[in-house]
């Protein structure tokens, strides 16, 4: 009687279990045709898209190509002397930049120093010495970051460039691993070819 009953329970359960798995199944259809038909209109204007990359890229091509060699050495060579000409030019900027703040700088240490026209000489010079001292600090601090920031990208380029290596390692094993296998899967073809036949053989 026992035992009827526990039969009874593990019926329902495998019969619930069923259940379950069946509207799990459904459940992952419904997904399934909601993402191809997602899929679909994303892949068409993916398409589209690629197309006119390229159409741009066979127009881009073909005027390449009608350019001499020549040409695209001389254009080369145009465009580094204007790249030249725009690091000078931002360079020189730069100095005007940094001479106008000095300028000013001077002018309001000037202005301070008229309005305060009674304090002594040594104490003004002993004032612009701690200034310059403070001002020459956060050049060298500045410089210092500077240095330091590009260290960090020269590690993080070097950490990137081990990586892509790692990765090349193991799609090398991965690709020696599978040649393995069809030659393996070969050899075992070859082998069941050749018994067959000297089957046929000997029966004949």
Known sequence: MKAECGGNKEERERKKGREEKRERERERRERKWIDRKKGESERKERG??????????????????????GERKEERKKKERERE??????????K??????KRGRERKKERRERKKGREKKDERKEREKREE???RKKMRERKMRKERNGEMRKERKMEERERKKERKKEERAKEECREKERERKEEKERVSKERETEREREQE
Do not use: C, N, T, V
């Open 85 to 94: 000409r725009k690091k000078w030019r931002k360079k020189e900027e730069r």
């Open 133 to 135: 001292k403070k001002w």
């Open 48 to 69: 589209e898209e690629e197309k006119e990359r390229q159409r741009k890229g066979r127009k881009r091509e073909k005027k390449r190509k009608k350019k001499g060699r």
């Open 96 to 101: 005007k930049e940094g001479r106008k703040r």
